[in-house]
């Protein structure tokens, strides 16, 4: 035994050289690989691993975390199913960090950063966090989160004095004395660098917020819920640091009382870089127009410009990296950013307003045209996200071809028009998958008909380095999903949504896929008697039935199965029913 | 005979309920032979898995220290027109509540493939996240008061306030 003989060594390496070589070895699957080689290398990587994610809170346990990470320093911890952000998961579902703040508060001495993500967070909670932490806290994160209050923000304000970040994005905050945890951080910090409560409904007066600016002089990122761009014209004239700015909000013209065309007051030192304002219209759009050839990023997904309006503003922006609007920038806009925004790394293009009678612009429809064009302009993209109305193969062999850089594209095809140019789309989505080799997420969510058994087959062929997949709409019978299954050898998540599969084939698709550590499926053929999904029961898989709302409902019923060390979950509400380990 | 477990009748068959329900489904149970003397055999499938799991937990959730008792105890079965008593223990119970309850929620099998596939691409639109949806009703609202003038050009005032998201929000108190 190397104790034994005093030896510091293995496989002729010194310990200290290991120690020196791990410290630059960051990746998590190089870490699992090196922590995988024997017991010493196992213990050299739990001492010196640095930051864990935990994709699935319900996998394991906090003791566990601690047994083999006790000197961790940054933790993510993900809970509530992806599904939640967009309702689909029961209020009682669960994910609630206590169990986690207890742990990380009682132990972990080492821990400066903590993100949580779609999880439940009460105000006892963050009060036993900072107890513990607060003379450490250097970055927290609540990110989708529910159950706490301002009188949290306020507490971490005065407590935590080391901060240099608190995101709360799209949490739902509950308001108490207004936003006097505002004025707490302003006056209490002096090291923000990082404050984003973007998309939250908690309130933040401009006085506060020109305080908050003005003291903390480091403060780079700013991103606020809701408050009148004209009275925060005088804040950015404060800042010499910020690159970052996202919320605000325009008013109707008509309430702004004569200050119509004022926009030249407006001002943003030559820091920024990354801009985003909601209800932003074509009358206030030209207080951009001085910045744009710095902007390195652009979110205009809140904002009520037309497709013309998008190509006049987007023409001026040839740095742009990151790009995000509603399909309302259409085929021409998307033209417009293939021509001008060769740096191009993300884009997002969400769903815009469905309704009939049109509200939205008649030129604001994204489809194979708009697709092709940024896929021959943008070759530097890495994460494309897009809502089509219309969709060929050729587009599809387009990005198969250029977008040689892509790791992670997500395509949505919507209910706009009956008729779609070209179905199915199995060639397509064979060049699209053959040719972008980097790819490591991929949804393709369609329609019934647009995806045959074959097409879904050569998914399950080509995707070799794909980890997280979500798939809707796709396939004809079970044989799809069966053939699919017998590939995606590297598929860890796996999200399916309204399509026809049976239970049965789900459980055997699910024991197939070699990598699967996490599934969620709703809209599924369920067997008569309903013990088909039993097929995948085995040991470490937990699998929950989250039934439908009502009984006139059964399509929405979801399944939700993961690999899990810790055991049946103790904390299932009535909605939730465990089919394995059973209660 | 255990005192925490006292007999349960449930109405399985839903004799006194859901008779309008069972006639439906005795039509269209060609394939799986599931009615005898037009009795929906398995009606079973329509309890309430809210109801079924209240009536077997008939105590609040039991903790790690404290497992459910594993001798037997009866669990009395209406089936089929006939009547039967079985000492099982909570476990068997409970996993025959279980396949129930999955039954009571799937999807009627014998209405075929392809009406379903039109049924669950209906019966599941595409989700919008939250903040988008909120957003895309503020600019319907927005475009609404501001009547035939696009958004963002001069028109007469129509001598509204200001009304941000949040406070009208708290007004229509959704």
Known sequence: MSGHLGRAMSFGIPDLALGLVLNYVDDPWDRDAISLVCRHWNRFDAQSRKHVTIAMAYSTTPARLLRRFPCLESLKLKAKPRAAMFNLIPEDWGGSATPWIRELSASFSCLKVLHLRRMIVSDDDIAVLVRAKAHMLVSLKLDRCSGFSTLSLALIARSCKKLDTLLLEESTIAEKENDEWLRELATSNSVLETLNFFLTDIYASPEYLALLVRNCRRLKILKISECSMPQLIDLFRTTETLQEFAGGSFEDYLDQGGQSGNYNNYYFPPSIQRLSFNYMGTNEMQILFPYCAALKKLDLTFTFLTTEDHCQLVQRCPNLEVLEVRDVIGDRGLEVVAQTCKKLQRLRVERGDDDQGGLEDEHGRVTHVGLRAVAEGCPDLQYWAVHVSDITNAALEAIGTYSKNLNDFRLVLLDRQPQITEMPLDNGVRALLSGCTKLQRFAFYVRPGALSDVGLSYVGELSKTIRYMLLGNVGSSDDGLLAFARGCPSLQKLELRSCCFSERAIALAALQLKSLRYLWVQGYLASPTGGELMAMVRPFWNIEFIAAPSQSQPGQAQILAYYSLAGARTDLPPSVIPLHPSV | ?174
Do not use: C, W
């Open chain 2, 1 to 174: 005979m255990s005192s925490r477990a006292p007999p349960v009748e449930l109405d399985f068959l839903g004799l006194h309920a859901n008779a309008a329900a069972t006639e439906h489904h005795g039509k269209s149970s060609a394939a799986s032979s599931s009615s005898i003397r037009g009795m929906e055999t398995s009606a079973i499938a329509r309890i309430d898995p809210q109801l079924l799991r209240r009536v077997v937990v008939a105590r609040p959730p039991v903790t790690a220290e404290e497992a459910p008792p594993a001798a037997p105890s009866p669990m009395t079965v209406f089936y089929n027109g006939s009547v039967a008593i079985f000492d099982i223990s909570h476990q068997k119970a409970e996993a025959i509540m279980r396949m129930a309850r999955e039954v009571t929620t799937a999807k009627r099998g014998d209405l075929g493939n392809t009406t379903l596939v039109a049924d669950s691409a209906k019966d599941i639109p595409l989700a919008r996240t939250k903040s988008l949806h909120q957003f895309l009703a503020k600019r319907k609202e927005r475009l609404t008061r501001m009547g035939p003038y696009q958004l963002g050009r001069p028109g007469t005032t129509s001598g509204s306030n200001i009304k941000s998201l949040r406070v009208k929000k708290e007004a229509e108190a959704a």
